[in-house]
């Protein structure tokens, strides 16, 4: 059997509920894998699993809902999957 790093693994969910914070303007690194135990933020445990941080900006500061369940279309807002 041929070993496949390549390949992407499944994100594991953070939570099921989005977490509301308020956002300084900035650069932002969204765990889209869910392995890190910095969420919502990237901490590099994605290494190896094909799925990449998603890197976002705000533009000044706001309150969002931060995804946690991993399922978003919007990421890395919540668009409500995890009510699915």
């Given at each position: 059997m041929i070993n496949h790093p390549e390949r992407k693994a499944e994100p594991?969910?953070?939570?099921?509920?989005?977490?509301?914070?308020?956002?300084?303007?900035?650069?932002?690194?969204?765990?889209?894998?869910?392995?890190?135990?910095?969420?919502?933020?990237?901490?590099?445990?994605?290494?190896?699993?094909?799925?990449r941080p998603f890197r976002f900006v705000i533009e000044q500061e706001c309150e969002v809902f931060i995804c946690q369940c991993k399922k978003t279309s919007n990421p890395p807002f919540c668009d409500e999957s995890h009510l699915k």
């Open positions: 594991v969910p953070a939570g099921n509920r989005p977490l509301k914070m308020k956002l300084a303007a900035g650069k932002y690194f969204w765990c889209s894998c869910g392995r890190s135990t910095n969420a919502p933020w990237c901490n590099g445990l994605h290494k190896n699993t094909g799925i």
